[in-house]
């Protein structure tokens, strides 16, 4: 943290911030469509094609996560923190084979979320709410997160102090980044995104030449790091380069977990129902890993962080500290802003994506069933300031050491949704009740261990003789599947009713080709 | 009760297997050498694995409509 403000950086950082404001505000305008219409505020129009995806989903999915709370952690504890490499890479596998098919049944079924799926599939109002109550709950400390990114390098500047003064230029950020979700929808993410992409690469691209050429190549930073590690005494927490055998277990539950719960999220599932066909997800299942390149050398900075010497008091400072002892004023204002601009984008399409939820499967469904589709539009866009508020409400009273935490615990309740939309997309074997209890069971299993570990994301299992720390939201999917099959042969057995199934297995796979002149395709761009 | 899909997988879709095999068993990779261009055998690998996926999924892209 600087002592005083960085006046250089400080106005370059806004010339940025007023650009993307600006384009912000033009994308209402952008491939127009009817903005009160819920499909065209909050998926615009589903007709997105490869490369406006790929954009927009790399923005949605690469965010203050990755260019803080990544490096915060690898900063702080070593090799565990690579966990998001092998989560970002095995994430699109995943994602090529699921996401397809809960497009096509979407499409057809005009479902917009992915509540709508689960009451399309299981005719059953309540686990619809469960699921759209998961995805909103879910999304808060993820978008809290963002707001962490945000303020960790405004305060990097120089700006901030005490009092109302120190949160004032968050607060502004955020009346900004609502005022442009309200009026654009998705579009304003969207067009945002390719300017956010090109200056996230641009400053990676420097930091990941520039700062190792200054701290002698990358040798010399991991042999830096393991001293640093080495010499590391009780209380500090101990950490490594080379993930430890005790790590093996938590390194990849963290990171099959997490890929697994990444597309259930409802920003990744807007990202993927606003694309035009199931093939431009297949295809961005290709080269969206481009953007997991970039996460995997800004995690690298983390190390860079040591090795430069630099001391922070809280490790989700490291990056910009790291950028402050490095570079001129004028770039880190470029690179802070990349940074905001990052956790900004994001954070819109968490909101719109929220919104979807409670105006869709819970006013809609449950409190006002004749509600126009005017009023859907209007309740969407007033929830979607809403849910940023809430997102407040998780910095104050879950304050964690590391931030990836909040995006931990997100993963935590989002995945226990899997049984009933990704196995759904598969099979109709599971009862609807079954697969709320196991639901509620698991969202309670999950919660108290994340409380009971201190505000931990991962904890000790014991089966017998085996003994690992494992991350939450895995140990409690395991359960919830398990319950869910048990009490799907006991209610079958006891003749307890199904409802209805409104999809055919047909929804589910690609429309037959159909013969078109290429010049007819319209929405795709070729790569 | 659905029915099987409509029509028939790809064999080729069973590749995407092999990235969750190679990732998921840090056993595998955690180790400090062979380095290369000064990182640790455990950073590269992951690089490494990053690209193979990509090409992996691109190879299951482009034969997704052979039998």
């Given at each position: 943290m600087k002592s005083r403000p960085d006046v250089v950086a400080i106005a370059v950082f806004i010339v940025f911030f007023a650009l993307v404001t600006v384009l912000g505000f033009i994308a209402a305008r952008w491939r127009r469509g009817d903005l009160n219409v819920i499909h065209e505020w909050g998926l615009a129009g589903r007709r997105f094609g490869t490369v406006v995806t790929w954009f927009l989903m790399g923005g949605?999915?690469?965010?203050?996560?990755?260019?803080?709370?990544?490096?915060?952690?690898?900063?702080?504890?070593?090799?565990?923190?690579?966990?998001?490499?092998?989560?970002?890479?095995?994430?699109?596998?995943?994602?090529?084979?699921?996401?397809?098919?809960?497009?096509?049944?979407?499409?057809?079924?005009?479902?917009?979320?992915?509540?709508?799926?689960?009451?399309?599939?299981?005719?059953?109002?309540?686990?619809?709410?469960?699921?759209?109550?998961?995805?909103?709950?879910?999304?808060?400390?993820?978008?809290?997160?963002?707001?962490?990114?945000?303020?960790?390098?405004?305060?990097?500047?120089?700006?901030g102090g005490s009092g109302?003064?120190?949160?004032?230029?968050?607060?502004?950020?955020f009346v900004i980044l609502a005022a442009y979700t309200y009026t654009s929808g998705l579009r304003a993410p969207a067009l945002i995104a390719f300017v956010k992409d090109l200056m996230i690469y641009i400053t990676v691209i420097v930091a990941v030449i520039a700062i190792p050429w200054k701290l002698g190549g990358f040798a010399h930073i991991f042999a830096a790091a393991q001293n640093a590690f080495a010499?590391?005494?009780?209380?500090?927490?101990?950490?490594?380069?080379?993930?430890?055998?005790?790590?093996?277990?938590?390194?990849?539950?963290?990171?099959?977990?997490?890929?697994?719960?990444?597309?259930?999220?409802?920003?990744?599932?807007?990202?993927?129902?606003?694309?035009?066909?199931?093939?431009?997800?297949?295809?961005?299942?290709?080269?969206?890993?481009?953007?997991?390149?970039?996460?995997?050398?800004?995690?690298?900075?983390?190390?860079?962080?040591?090795?430069?010497?630099?001391?922070?008091?809280?490790?989700?400072?490291?990056?910009?500290?790291?950028?402050?002892?490095?570079?001129?004023?004028?770039?880190?204002?470029?690179?802070?802003?990349a940074i905001a601009i990052a956790a900004l984008v994001p954070a819109a399409i968490m909101s719109i994506a929220a919104a979807?939820?409670?105006?869709?499967?819970?006013?809609?469904?449950?409190l006002r069933p004749d509600a126009s589709d005017a009023q859907e539009a209007r309740i969407a866009k007033i929830t979607s300031l809403v849910v940023k508020v809430g997102a407040l409400a998780f910095i104050i009273f879950l304050p964690t050491q590391y931030a990836i935490n909040l995006q931990l615990l997100g993963g935590i309740w989002i995945l226990q949704t899997f049984p009933a939309i990704i196995l759904g997309l598969y099979t109709r074997w599971f009862h609807h009740h079954a697969l709320l209890w196991g639901w509620l069971v698991a969202m309670i299993l999950g919660s108290s261990l994340f409380l009971l570990q201190g505000l931990k994301p991962t904890a000790p299992l014991v089966i017998g003789s085996f003994s690992a720390v494992v991350y939450i939201a895995v140990e409690a999917v395991i359960v919830n599947i398990a319950v869910a099959a048990l009490l799907t042969v006991v209610l079958d057995r006891a003749g307890i009713r199904r409802g209805p199934d409104a999809t055919v297995a047909e929804d589910y796979d690609d429309p037959p080709p159909v013969i078109v002149p290429t010049t007819t395709l319209g929405t795709t761009q070729p790569l | 009760m659905t029915k099987r899909s409509a029509r028939p997988r790809s064999p080729w879709t069973w590749l995407l297997l092999i990235p969750f095999l190679a990732l998921a068993f840090p056993v595998l990779y955690a180790r400090a050498q062979p380095s290369l261009f000064g990182l640790p055998f455990f950073y590269w690998y992951q690089f490494a694995w990053l690209l193979l996926t990509a090409a992996i999924t691109w190879i299951v892209y482009a034969l997704r409509r052979r039998p």
């Open positions: 949605d999915l690469y965010t203050a996560y990755t260019m803080i709370a990544v490096p915060a952690l690898v900063y702080g504890s070593g090799a565990v923190g690579f966990f998001a490499l092998p989560y970002t890479i095995v994430a699109y596998p995943f994602f090529y084979l699921t996401m397809p098919r809960l497009w096509n049944v979407s499409k057809r079924h005009a479902f917009v979320t992915t509540a709508d799926f689960v009451q399309g599939r299981y005719g059953n109002r309540l686990l619809a709410l469960a699921i759209a109550v998961t995805g909103i709950i879910a999304t808060l400390p993820y978008i809290a997160l963002q707001l962490v990114g945000i303020q960790v390098v405004i305060s990097a500047m120089g700006i109302i003064g120190a949160d004032a230029p968050l607060i502004i950020a010499a590391r005494v009780p209380p500090a927490a101990p950490g490594s380069v080379i993930l430890g055998p005790a790590g093996y277990w938590a390194f990849s539950t963290l990171a099959l977990g997490s890929a697994f719960a990444l597309f259930l999220y409802p920003h990744s599932v807007t990202g993927t129902l606003a694309s035009a066909r199931g093939d431009v997800l297949r295809r961005n299942a290709v080269f969206l890993p481009a953007y997991s390149l970039v996460l995997g050398l800004i995690a690298l900075l983390g190390y860079m962080a040591i090795a430069a010497g630099v001391k922070v008091k809280s490790p989700n400072s490291a990056v910009p500290a790291l950028f402050n002892a490095m570079f001129p004023s004028w770039f880190i204002g470029f690179a802070f802003a979807n939820l409670w105006t869709r499967n819970i006013y809609k469904a449950f | -």
